[in-house]
């Protein structure tokens, strides 16, 4: 692999943690910056403050050798040719991103710049940010010459983190000076030169040593709009199809035939259409509703995204009616749910779709019985246990006596049930799939009442007859 580099990360959430370890693997010598002291702890002392596949292989592989973990900034940015800043950009109140973080982080490295630094903007930001953090640091005094301001958009999913990180579709690089750009490419030379995948250990993943990810030099202003409009169309995708599968219930079609057939077009492509109760989590939500906002402020009119989102919360209350309309009333009502996280395969709650059903649940009266693999550390802090709330260990106790089972993500611990012991398990063997992994006649054919999205009902005889005397 090429010469290393000395690399600041600073923030050590999703993205920060994930790079940090990254480019330690791909050969430099990495120091990773929080102002959390806790959380520096805790990484020192070998913890591992994320649900991530690889992640602890990563760390444990170069962990005091390349890799260290600081809360001070100062000595990081001292110490390295380019600063990453992935520090966190929450939705403020008014939808904004809010960049107090980055800003603070802008100032400190300012005031601590010895040499010639690249600074990287990491985290998702607006366009224009690049603009600000230059000014930011020429406010401090410091002069032109010694440094530059980059974007590096990110985007690794949660659960698919490490393996997004180093098998990328793409590498995105706006820099605004060739010096800058050279410090960039050097950094991800293991990667785009394919250098990486021949290494005997390296994370599995699509790339190969003669299939390396294309790197894509733009204008810094153009890497931060890449990065928001990438994550607003997937958004956008998502919503599409969920008023597809609208329209399929209406229709009496299979939204996963239609799918099918519309990711078939390769201008269109498969990815990003399953049909579910919305998405959440860390980025699309915010991301959106930022990108909606830059547009506002640059007088551009983008309702596209206005509309994205209010088909995203439908989604739910589309969801959440269907519970009501196969329990009729909720009151006292035992309910098993599967899935905690805004997805499978992370610890992540935050913008759940899962949280805000079983928030419905327990406002209507509902007694919940809930299990996830990885989330429920984290949804007891937003969700203690008590009276309505428990948390169980396994699939079958949620189930266990309940009026009906909610999956909610996708783990796929929860596609390969034992049907016959699910049956027995249930109260009534009513089925509410927000995510659609199971075959809607194979459940029928198991003796399950199962509703999913976008896809006919599957009544099972005895509330088939019921269903047919009503109004
Ligand atoms: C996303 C982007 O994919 C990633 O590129 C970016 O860097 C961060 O945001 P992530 O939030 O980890 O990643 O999750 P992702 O797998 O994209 O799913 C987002 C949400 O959309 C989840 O709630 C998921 O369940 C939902 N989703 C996804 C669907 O409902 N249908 C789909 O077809 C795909």
């Not at 050590?12 to 050969?27: M, P, R």
């Not at 890497?223 to 597809?244: C, D, G, M, Q, R």
């Not at 106790?397 to 996708?410: C, K, S, T, V």
């Not at 009513?430 to 896809?455: C, E, H, Q, W």
């Amino acid at each position: 692999m090429s010469k290393d580099l000395s690399i600041a990360v600073v923030g050590s959430g999703y993205v920060g943690l994930v790079a940090a370890a990254c480019f330690a693997e791909i050969g430099h010598t990495v120091i990773c910056v929080d102002s959390d002291e806790a959380r520096v702890h805790m990484l020192l002392e070998g913890g591992i403050p994320i649900h991530e596949e690889y992640l602890p292989e990563l760390l444990s592989r170069h962990r005091s050798r390349a890799l260290e973990f600081t809360t001070d900034l100062r000595r990081a940015t001292q110490e390295s040719q380019a600063i990453f800043i992935a520090v966190g950009t929450p939705q403020s109140k008014s939808g904004n991103a809010d960049l107090s973080y980055v800003d603070a982080v802008a100032s400190e490295i300012a005031r601590s710049i010895n040499d010639y630094k690249v600074i990287v903007e990491k985290s998702t930001v607006p366009v224009y940010t690049n603009e600000w953090i230059r000014r930011v640091i020429e406010r401090n005094g410091v002069p032109r010459e010694l440094f530059d301001v980059t974007s590096n958009p990110e985007f690794l999913r949660e659960g698919t983190a490490v393996a997004d990180f180093l098998h990328p579709d793409r590498i995105v690089l706006g820099a605004e000076t060739e010096r800058a750009a050279a410090v960039l490419q050097q950094i991800y030379q293991p990667l785009a030169s394919g250098s990486y995948y021949a290494l005997a250990n390296a994370v599995p993943g699509p790339r190969r040593e003669g299939d390396p990810p294309p790197t894509l030099l733009t204008s810094t202003k153009a890497a931060e709009i890449i990065k928001h409009a990438s994550n607003a169309f997937l958004a956008a995708k998502i919503s599409f199809i969920n008023v597809v599968a609208n329209i399929c219930e209406a229709a009496g079609a299979d939204v996963e035939e239609v799918a099918r057939g519309i990711g078939m077009d390769s201008r269109i492509g498969p990815k990003f259409l399953r049909a579910g109760i919305g998405y959440g989590g860390s980025c699309f939500p915010k991301d959106v509703a930022a990108f909606r906002h830059v547009a506002e402020q640059m007088g551009v009119n983008f309702g596209l995204l206005s509309e994205v989102e209010k088909i995203n919360a439908e989604q739910k209350r589309r969801f959440f009616q269907k519970v009501r309309s196969a329990l009729w009333t909720l009151r006292g009502k035992r309910i098993g749910v599967l899935g905690l996280a805004f997805k499978g395969g992370t610890d992540d709650v935050r913008e759940s779709p899962a949280l805000d059903i079983v928030g419905q649940l327990l406002q209507e009266g509902c007694l919940v019985s809930a299990y996830d693999p990885a989330a429920t550390a984290r949804t007891n802090e937003v969700l203690p246990p008590g009276p309505q709330m428990h948390y169980v260990d396994d699939p079958y106790e949620a189930a266990q006596d309940a009026d009906a089972l909610l999956i909610l993500n996708d783990w796929q611990e929860f596609a390969e049930l034992d049907l016959d012991r699910l049956h027995y398990t249930l109260r009534y063997p009513i089925v509410i799939d927000g995510r659609n992994l199971y075959d809607p006649a194979t459940m029928l054919a198991k003796g399950f009442t199962y509703l999913s999205v976008g896809r006919p009902v599957m009544l099972h005889a005895r509330d088939a007859a019921v269903e047919h005397r009503l109004p």
